[in-house]
């Protein structure tokens, strides 16, 4: 059933009426969409100048598998190959973010990507052993993760769930064939962080409910994901 069935849900700390308007933000606050698409192009910039920088943060799965070097499983995120890499990556991330920030939250939002690229690196580091770099794990979990979402409230955005749902697949999809006839690609890498991203949206991602407000006051929808990421991170 669509409907909460507790009588007692404003008293549940893990039950929160739903609003997607971003109302926190000051006036000229950019979002985490924009901060990370403005934070890849920075250390594009600094990849450039300083060509160490890209050594010191690619992905080295040997180095990974032995644990040493951990910060090697978000390093490659922010950093690429060239400026087609990065135009790709950041073009994708820009189409696909502020929908899934608007609708998770900015603190659920980031939290997803950087998961979504820890996981990728480290499904990749397990099965290749060549150097990767790049957020496009990352664009993957948040694709996965906007997926996830789409199809659980499909109840609730009709229609227009179901288009976004299936351009979605058809862009994973694409991808991955892509990746797969591609040696250049790290295909390993946009599995993994779609397995991430779906992983968090399904356990901590929105799931959506309609419940009576106290009084006969009317009806809201509230979110009630199977488990709530501390409010230290939600918040952000």
Known sequence: ??????????TDKKIRIWDTRIHSRRPNQYSWTTKLVLGNIAMFLLQSAKPQVT??????????????DLYRLLSPVFLHGNIVHL????????NVGPMTEQVFGSGRFLATFLVS???????????????ALGASGAVFGIMASLYVFLNRNGWLLGAQGEA???????????NLVFGAVSPMVDNWGHLGGAIGGAAMAYYFGPRLFIAEMPE???RVIVDKPIYRLPVSIESI
């Open 216 to 218: 006969g006051a009317g």
């Open 87 to 94: 135009f790709s990556n950041m073009y994708s991330l820009n």
């Open 1 to 10: 059933s669509h409907f909460l069935d507790d009588e007692n849900w404003m």
């Open 164 to 174: 976004y749902s299936s351009a979605i697949t058809q862009t994973l999809l694409i």
């Open 117 to 131: 690229g820890a996981a990728g690196n480290l499904l990749s580091a397990i099965q290749s052993p060549n150097q």
């Open 55 to 68: 050594n010191w943060g690619v992905k080295i799965s040997e180095k990974i598998l032995r644990g040493e």
